[in-house]
C-alpha cells in the first residue's frame, strides 16, 4: 500500500496523511465515514479516489458532485495540485466539514466548496454559478441515469462525466445508455484506473457531454372550442 500510496500522491503524501487523518478522526465523529471504514481509509478511499486523476487532463476545472466528505474531489486536489476543483455537497453538516478539511489542508487556492445540489449549481439558483467543468466526478452518488440528468449539465461541451463505480459499471451502461444520449451523452466508456499500481483497479465510467440539451418545454394550454384557453 506504501508504494501504491506514493506512486499516486508523490510529494503530496504527508498532505494526503493528513487529510487521511482527518477522515479517521474529524470524519468519524462527525458521521462523515463509519467507524468500520477507518482502517480501510487508504485502500478503499484515498487510492481507489486518487487512481481516477490518470483520466482528468492537465489544468482540468473539476466539480465534484455529491462530495461527502471530499471523496473524490478533496483527494484529486491532493493528488493534482494544477486541478481547480468545486465540492458541490448539499448537506449542511457535512459542507461545514469540507471548508474546515480545505482549511486544514492548506488548500483555499485551488479548491471551492459549494453548498447545495447538482442542479442548484448548474442553473445559478442559491446566487452563485451557474457552474460549469471541464470534468465533472461522483463517487457513489446514484445509478447512472440519474446522475447523467444531475451531472452532465454542469459539464462544458466537450467536457465530461467521470463516475466511480463498482462490478455493475458494464450492466449500468448497458441500462441507461439511452438515456444518457437523450441527456446529450456520448456513448458510454467503461475504464480501469490504476492497474498495475491498485488492486483492484478502480472501475469509472466516462461520457462525454456532445451535445447541451435544454430542458424541456411546458406544454402548451389546451384551447377549448371557441379559442380560449381553458381556465381551472
Same mark, same amino acid.
Given at each position: 500500500m506504501a508504494v501504491a500510496a506514493r506512486a499516486l500522491f508523490g510529494d503530496r503524501l504527508d498532505l494526503a496523511a493528513a487529510y487521511a487523518e482527518l477522515l479517521a478522526t474529524d470524519g468519524v465523529v462527525r458521521g462523515l =465515514?463509519?467507524?468500520?471504514?477507518?482502517?480501510?481509509?487508504?485502500?478503499?478511499?484515498?487510492?481507489? &479516489?486518487?487512481?481516477?486523476?490518470?483520466? =482528468?487532463? !492537465?489544468?482540468? +476545472?473539476?466539480?465534484?458532485?455529491?462530495?461527502?466528505?471530499?471523496?473524490?474531489?478533496?483527494?484529486?486536489?491532493?493528488?493534482?495540485?494544477?486541478?481547480? *476543483?468545486?465540492? =458541490?455537497?448539499?448537506?449542511?453538516? #457535512? +459542507?461545514?466539514?469540507?471548508?474546515?478539511?480545505?482549511?486544514?489542508?492548506?488548500?483555499?487556492?485551488?479548491? #471551492?466548496?459549494?453548498?447545495?445540489?447538482? !442542479?442548484?449549481?448548474?442553473?445559478?439558483? +442559491?446566487?452563485?454559478?451557474?457552474?460549469?467543468?471541464? *470534468?465533472?466526478?461522483?463517487?457513489?452518488?446514484?445509478?447512472?441515469? #440519474?446522475?447523467? +440528468?444531475? &451531472?452532465?449539465?454542469?459539464?462544458v461541451p466537450g467536457g465530461r462525466l467521470i463516475a466511480l463505480k463498482g462490478a455493475s459499471a458494464a450492466d449500468e451502461v448497458a441500462e441507461h445508455a439511452q438515456t444518457v444520449a437523450r441527456l446529450g451523452g456520448g456513448e458510454p466508456e467503461v475504464h480501469r484506473c490504476g492497474e498495475g499500481v491498485i488492486d483492484p483497479p478502480t472501475t469509472v465510467v466516462e461520457i462525454v457531454r456532445e451535445r447541451v440539451v435544454g430542458p424541456a418545454r411546458p406544454k402548451a394550454p389546451k384551447r377549448s372550442r371557441g379559442g380560449r384557453s381553458r381556465r381551472r
Open positions: =465515514i463509519g467507524p468500520r471504514e477507518a482502517p480501510r481509509i487508504w485502500d478503499r478511499h484515498l487510492l481507489n &479516489c486518487a487512481a481516477v486523476a490518470e483520466r =482528468i487532463p !492537465d489544468g482540468a +476545472t473539476v466539480l465534484d458532485v455529491g462530495s461527502g466528505a471530499g471523496l473524490p474531489g478533496l483527494v484529486l486536489a491532493i493528488a493534482r495540485p494544477d486541478l481547480t *476543483v468545486t465540492l =458541490i455537497e448539499p448537506l449542511a453538516r #457535512r +459542507t461545514s466539514f469540507l471548508i474546515e478539511a480545505v482549511q486544514h489542508l492548506g488548500l483555499a487556492k485551488m479548491v #471551492r466548496v459549494f453548498r447545495g445540489r447538482a !442542479d442548484e449549481a448548474a442553473t445559478g439558483s +442559491t446566487g452563485v454559478g451557474p457552474l460549469s467543468g471541464d *470534468v465533472v466526478t461522483a463517487r457513489a452518488v446514484a445509478p447512472l441515469d #440519474r446522475l447523467s +440528468t444531475w &451531472c452532465l449539465p454542469l459539464a
